[in-house]
């Protein structure tokens, strides 16, 4: 028995860790990407002739700009049609794995809401019939961390999953991300009463109800076939997702 705590806290560290490593990916790909070069007209001119230089000029202008503009089209066009394909067309089992990858962060973070759910009773019934997947998922200290790890690596990153599937899984494993930094702040501060403890207390309050939010506002968009942006989490997973 004196053995347990030291492995449970290895375990939760190692995943700390892999959390903040993910964390900086993220931060790294929200940097926006360089224009190519050959999109645009070549700034040295031959300066051997005026004149045909002029000519030469203006007549390639308005050829890299009818480029441009045919480019942008053909990119506009792609993006659309790939968007409806994608957001509009998802079937049943599409909806139903979305639907549930939702599940994942609210269980990662469910210890949040221990005085929210131990003070109001309509909680205690909402998450009621969730206790023993909870159990389940919180039976092996690792059990989140192998789940962050399967979803990333065997379903966003696989193209024969649809977009539709792979970004809403993508949006969960953000959102279970982001679940480090009031982890970082519990272990970093920890009071034992007075204004200290109610900070935690509304921290953590807060952060459930976000996670419970998410939770049901993406279940229940991915059930009817919608497309769930979730906030500060959805245009990272749109950068993840190919």
């Known amino acids: 028995m004196m053995g347990e705590p030291p492995k449970s806290t290895r ?20 940097s926006p990407k360089t224009l190519h070069s050959s999109f ?36 506009i066009l792609t993006v659309r049609s790939s968007g409806d ?14 639907a549930i990858c939702y599940f994942y962060p609210f269980f990662d973070g469910v210890q949040y ?39 990333y690596f065997v379903v966003v990153r696989n193209p024969n999953f649809s977009r539709y599937v792979r970004f809403n899984i993508m949006q969960a494993i953000v959102l279970d991300v982001l679940l480090i930094f009031p982890d970082l702040l519990e272990r ?22 976000f996670l419970l939010i998410c939770l049901i506002y993406g279940s229940s968009s991915c059930l009817l076939g919608q497309v769930p942006r979730l906030p500060i989490v959805a245009d990272a997973a749109d950068r993840q997702v190919m």
């Open 11 to 30: 375990f939760n560290s190692i995943s700390l860790g892999f959390k903040l490593s993910s964390m900086a990916t993220l931060i790294l790909n929200l």
């Open 40 to 75: 645009f007209p070549s700034p040295f001119p031959s300066l051997s002739n005026p004149r045909t230089t002029a000519a030469t000029t203006t007549l390639t202008n308005q050829i890299n700009f009818t480029t441009l503009r045919r480019r942008r089209r053909r990119r």
């Open 85 to 98: 394909r994608d957001n509009n067309t998802a079937d049943g089992p599409d909806r139903l794995i979305s």
């Open 113 to 151: 809401g221990k005085y929210v759910i131990t003070q109001y009773a309509p909680f205690q019934v909402l998450i009621q019939p969730l206790v023993p997947a909870i159990r389940v998922f919180k039976s092996f200290p690792f059990n989140g961390f192998l789940v962050f790890l399967t979803l």
């Open 188 to 209: 970093s501060f920890n009071p034992r009463g007075g204004l200290g403890l109610d900070l935690v207390m509304s921290l953590d309050s807060t952060v459930f109800l």
